[in-house]
């Protein structure tokens, strides 16, 4: 990957007296699944609302294919497809005419639109629904009738808001080898979303944004490696016992977190962890041993407190 789509250096965006985007630099490269993750408020929608040139930049440098979103918007839009987070279909109309008018609205000949058309019901697994109105469609139907909407002008580039947000697993899923197979296919992804399970899945690289900044970068695995021991104990004890408990934990662990309702040890052990523990004399009620994850990523960089 060295063809870098999307570029941005000291990007930055403000409303007002309020920074939005503070002087961030990312690289997006052609062929790779990119994430922007972060809590309520991080700056992802800002950001992703230049790249899209929805939203002019306040300050610093962007590009996308090489040219500036403020002057060449229209050549930009011309090659990329967007899924907004809220499916805004047309449900009055037919699935296929769904596809048929945003292939209009991208110039595309109507002998292009209809093979098109086609093509994008058979990825979408939408073929046998090609002529019912949107409205009675289930909400996964919906989304990947979105997504298909997206690629009608066969994008350079595919931007995806928070794809699964709202989706049973099974939709989740389907969607997700959907995704995969367009990456597959040299597809440009950038995928905002709030699933860190997703973002593992889908990802190849991906950046943590916190009130405004990058927290970090990198992929997956490289971002649980450099933040997260490799594994997680998480105990559980009986009312009234986890205060006394925690008392004797000091030193069993690289590092531990004391919740509400358990204590999280993360350690590169999980048996010598336990081991400890029975010699401390220290009994949970329940005792649960995992991998490190995303997730213990994104909560260590960005915090456990509910943003509104």
């Not at 973002?199 to 990198?218: N, P, S, T, Y």
Request: aromatic share 6%; with cysteine; net charge negative.
């Amino acid at each position: 990957m060295t063809e870098s789509l999307v570029q941005a250096r000291g990007l930055t965006k403000r409303f007002g007296d309020f920074t939005a985007v503070d002087a961030i630099d990312f690289d997006i490269y052609k062929g790779e699944a990119f994430g922007f993750l972060g809590p309520n408020g991080a700056g992802k929608t800002s950001t992703m609302k230049m790249i899209t040139t929805v939203s002019p930049i306040t300050e610093g440098k962007l590009t996308v294919f090489g040219v500036d979103p403020n002057e060449d918007g229209r050549s930009i839009r011309q090659r990329i497809g967007v899924v907004p987070q809220e499916d805004n279909l047309d449900l009055e109309l037919t699935v296929a005419e769904n596809l048929y008018i945003y292939g209009r609205y991208h110039d595309m000949k109507k002998s292009e639109i209809n093979p098109r058309i086609d093509e994008l019901l058979d990825f979408a697994q939408l073929t046998e629904r090609k002529d019912s109105e949107v409205e009675p469609l289930s909400g996964g139907m919906k989304r990947r009738l979105t997504i298909a909407r997206a690629l009608i002008n066969s994008p350079d580039l595919i931007i995806l808001d928070e794809p699964t947000t709202g989706l049973d697993p099974q939709a989740r899923h389907l969607l997700w080898d959907r995704l995969y197979r367009l990456k597959q296919e040299g597809a440009t992804l950038i995928i905002t979303t709030h699933y860190m399970d997703e973002a593992e899945q889908l990802c190849d690289r991906l950046v943590v944004m916190d009130q405004g900044k990058i927290a970090a970068e990198g992929s997956p695995r490289q971002l649980i490696q450099r933040y997260a021991p490799r594994e997680v104990v998480e105990l559980r004890f009986d009312g009234g016992h986890q205060d006394k408990a925690v008392l004797a934990l000091d030193g069993l662990a690289q590092r531990s977190e004391i919740l509400a309702d358990r204590v999280l040890l993360y350690t590169d052990d999980a048996d010598a962890t336990q081991q400890g523990l029975h010699k401390r004399g220290i009994n949970p009620e329940q005792v649960l041993v995992r991998r490190s994850t995303l997730e213990d990523v994104f909560l260590r960089l960005t915090g456990r407190g509910l943003i509104d």
